[in-house]
């Protein structure tokens, strides 16, 4: 933003900060809103406007101007439960955010205003903790790790899995990038 590189943090005390990476200064005021820590955070610019999405134990998603330090949108009601996750992708050309959570199956955020969901993703009976989204032979992929322990991969577009899911590890797969 404004040529500098910046970070975007969120904690526990319910807040988001963002951080001037090469002064290690916080810029402005903290993005204050949620009822709950912020569990997840994603950047990205939508039509030439800086943004952040933040997840929260509240089960709330929120939609951040980093230019103005204010929401661009009423929150984005989740499902019950924490938000875990969320990643930005691109689908169709537009810019999109993907959030999980407790109970909650991946979830489509349009990130054009006012942002708009599409349908639930069908989901596997277990806790997503983690997503990443990748463009991998022409189509748009969310890679989720839950508590299953499994790895799952997701076609965005087509709203369905693209195989079985990855297992091996011995516990729940934390992140995934």
């Known amino acids: 933003m404004d040529g500098r590189a910046l970070a975007v943090t969120g904690g526990g005390d ?27 955070v994603a950047t990205a610019v939508v039509e030439g406007r800086p943004l952040a999405v933040t997840g929260s134990g509240d089960g709330l998603v929120r939609v951040w101007d980093l230019a103005t330090r204010k929401p661009v949108c009423e929150p984005l009601a989740s499902q019950h439960g924490c938000v875990n996750a969320v ?30 969901l599409g349908e639930p993703l069908p989901r596997y009976d277990v806790e997503v903790l983690a997503v990443a989204t990748v463009v991998l032979n022409g189509r748009t992929l969310a890679v989720t790790g839950s508590d299953g322990p499994m790895v799952a991969l997701w076609d965005l577009a087509a709203r369905e899995h693209v195989c079985e899911p990855l297992l091996g590890h011995d516990g729940a797969v934390n992140t995934v990038a």
């Open 87 to 116: 990643a930005i992708g691109v689908l169709g050309g537009r810019t999109i955010a993907v959030t999980a959570g407790d109970g909650q199956p991946l979830q489509m955020w349009d990130l054009a205003m006012p942002p708009q």
């Open 14 to 40: 319910g807040l988001a900060r963002v951080w001037d990476l090469a002064t290690g200064d916080q810029v402005g005021k903290p993005l204050a809103g949620h009822n709950g820590g912020v569990w997840a």
